[in-house]
């Protein structure tokens, strides 16, 4: 049975990917990375916002300035990109856009990437730059923890770090379709096989070998966050598609928070692909998330 044709511009790109990816089985890591800067392209240019490159607490990335947002409030913007692949190139625009809806500041890592550098760098990495924000005055409770995919991953192990840790946590935790189960069980990897134009298991089980190429455990909660405990944990937001593969570990986090008494929003994209936002200025649903997002941060 053919599989169904993208109908969104977003569905399109992985479409457009997935056929290179099929065509060059061999393709480099590199050129891979080359690839996944095109992630951009969904995403049109956010008006009334600059761009600087900078670094933050050593670790270098883009800070994004809405005008008139506030300086005091701050996202820090865990990319995707299966911990291997994706900048703050491929995301700034996003980040644009969400950070001027929500009226911060927010700062893209280009945080350490795999297989160079396995589990914990990436959290290692985020941390150094929420502590450089606390140090720099800036409140733990106006600070928001921001991840898609592989980076909702990182922004929800680094919360927990920072508990395990006995430091402050951030005010707020702001994941888009997040990538969770590193043992790659996840019932809607196939089960939404035929509607996700991006995700698929041998896809992730790469990016798990390139993440856990230092020896860390599958089922270590830092690195698979749906084996933590969520006692405590700061106001959390998801979103995520329907019809994607990685679907059910939205619904697994959301359930588990909730159970530890965690105030959750889960907001579903149905008919939606991957990280449905990056579609923000192209599409009205991504538009509608960006803004359901702003209302949940002010609230």
């Known amino acids: 049975m053919p599989l169904p044709r993208p109908s969104c511009h977003l569905g399109k790109i992985y479409a457009e990917w997935s056929v290179e990816f099929e065509a060059n089985p061999e393709m480099s890591l590199q050129l891979m990375r080359w690839v996944f800067e095109d992630w951009q392209r969904a995403t049109t240019e956010p008006e009334g916002v600059t761009y600087a490159t900078t670094t933050i607490g050593g670790v270098p990335g883009v800070l994004v300035t809405p005008v008139d947002a506030d300086p005091s ?23 644009g856009h969400l950070a001027k809806a929500c009226g911060t500041h927010a700062f893209v890592l280009d945080f350490r990437l795999a297989p160079e550098f396995p589990f914990p760098a990436q959290i290692e990495d985020g941390l150094a730059v929420y502590q450089a924000l606390l140090d720099q005055g800036i409140k733990a409770d106006d600070v928001c923890f921001v991840g898609d995919s592989a980076g909702g991953n990182l922004a929800v192990a680094m919360t927990l770090t920072l508990r395990r840790d006995g430091r402050p946590l ?31 298991r041998e896809g992730l089980a790469g990016n798990i070998g390139r993440y856990l190429s230092g020896g860390a455990d599958p089922t270590d909660p830092y690195v698979n966050p ?24 939205s619904e697994r986090l959301v359930d588990l928070a909730k159970n530890a008494g965690v105030d959750v929003t889960f907001s579903i994209g149905k008919g939606m692909q991957h990280v449905f936002p990056f579609q923000a200025g192209r599409l009205a649903r991504a538009d509608e998330e960006i803004a359901s997002m702003a209302a949940w941060y002010r609230s």
Not at 174 to 187: H, R
Not at 226 to 249: H, I, Q, W
Request: aromatic share 10%.
């Open 73 to 95: 409030q701050v996202m820090v913007v865990m990319h995707g990109g299966g911990f291997a692949l994706g900048s703050s190139a491929s995301h700034r625009k996003l980040a």
């Open 226 to 249: 749906l084996y933590a405990t969520y006692e405590g944990f700061p106001r959390l937001y998801v979103c995520a598609a329907d019809t994607e593969s990685l679907f059910e570990d």
């Open 170 to 200: 951030p005010g707020r935790v702001l994941t888009m379709s997040p990538w969770l189960n590193m043992e790659n069980t996840g019932a809607t990897i196939e089960t939404n096989n035929d509607t996700d134009f991006l995700i698929t």
